[in-house]
Nanobody
Framework: QVQLVESGGGLVQPGGSLRLSCAAS????????MNWYRQAPGKQRELVAL???????TYADSVKGRFTISRDNAKNTVFLEMNSLKPEDTAVYYC???????????????WGQGIQVTVSS
């Protein structure tokens, strides 16, 4: 099995910064895209940022210029550096990854359990 575990969330004031981490563990041969989603109360889950294995990135318009996604392939870990945080960034943030468990198997998609980020004064 594969587990994704997020860390680094919490309460921060507007304008502040947080760094989320997500470590993948278990039976892993390789990981393709690693992604961060978020879901605010009463809203649908949305893609915040994604990063390919080669390091290409995509961001939601709402976070461009403020958030940076990165990864450490050797440690199967993805990060989300969040700066200039706004109250509207408040949400549960989820890590998501496309994992190949063996050389012979196809990609399977996994989710972390989610971590709360609250931006409030």
């Amino acid at each position: 099995q594969v587990q994704l575990v997020e860390s680094g969330g919490g309460l921060v004031q507007p304008g502040g910064s947080l760094r989320l981490s997500c470590a993948a563990s278990g039976s892993i041969f390789s990981i393709n895209n690693m992604n961060w989603y978020r879901q605010a109360p009463g809203k649908q889950r949305e893609l915040v940022a994604l990063i390919t294995r080669g390091g290409m990135t995509t961001y939601a318009d709402s976070v461009k210029g403020r958030f940076t996604i990165s990864r450490d392939n050797a440690k199967n870990t993805v990060f989300l550096e969040m700066n200039s945080l706004k109250p509207e960034d408040t949400a549960v943030y989820y890590c998501n990854a496309d994992v190949r468990r063996t050389m012979a198997t196809g990609l399977m998609n996994y989710w972390g359990q989610g971590i709360q980020v609250t931006v409030s004064s």
